[in-house]
């Protein structure tokens, strides 16, 4: 079994936090994974992706052609990503920052206003957290609990990040119910 999962947004979003932590759920759960990050040429504003890929068997490639799944925090993310989205798959797109005009139907598409939920929380850094909270029904091989033990191993000197960033993954579940 594998999810292999893309990551999109601008600089300054999560994207590479995004992949850290569900790499961290992977290996928390002895999973074999490859974790690959992508920047733009600039820091915070140009474009960031990175690539997950979770197995409970040897990975033969690092490269995603087709993913099962995406979370795309911004509008040029979905027009570069969306594509990439084998069918069948999910695609979380943060509603906030991306208006859709061509929809496909032969994926599940999740929209959800993270940035806007994650301002409600009070933290308009976390809506990457929103979206993976969104994604997270949709993974065969980590779950809550993995995740949260991972973000408990990648902001243990920030404790106060842990929290909020549990509460917008909540809010991202709650969502897709």
């Keep these: 079994m594998m ?4 990551f999109a947004g601008f600089g300054g979003q999560g994207v590479m936090f995004l992949g850290k932590v569900l790499a961290y759920a992977g290996m928390g759960a002895d999973l074999e994974l490859c974790w690959i990050p992508s920047y733009g040429p600039e820091m915070r504003g140009g474009t960031a992706n990175c690539s997950v890929i979770l197995s409970d068997e040897e990975i033969y490639s690092p490269v995603i052609d ?7 925090l911004n509008k040029p ?3 570069k990503f969306s594509p990439r989205i084998k069918p069948g798959g999910v695609l979380v797109v943060n509603t906030s920052l991306a208006e859709l005009e061509e929809v496909r139907d032969d994926i599940t598409i999740i929209k959800i206003p993270a940035t806007d939920i994650a301002n ?4 308009s850094n976390i809506a990457n957290m929103v979206c993976l909270g ?3 029904p949709h993974l065969k091989l980590v779950d809550l609990e993995k995740i949260q033990k991972a973000m408990e191993n990648l902001t243990h000197k920030r404790p106060e990040l842990f929290k909020s960033n549990l509460t ?3 809010k991202g579940i709650s969502h897709t119910q």
């Excluded at 999810?3 to 893309?6: A, G, K, N, P, T």
């Excluded at 087709?66 to 795309?72: E, F, Q, T």
């Design 66 to 72: 087709y993913a099962d799944g995406a979370i795309v």
């Design 77 to 79: 993310a979905y027009d």
């Design 168 to 170: 917008a993954i909540h």
């Design 120 to 123: 409600e929380i009070g933290n």
């Design 134 to 136: 969104a994604l997270l």
């Design 3 to 6: 999810d292999r999962v893309i």
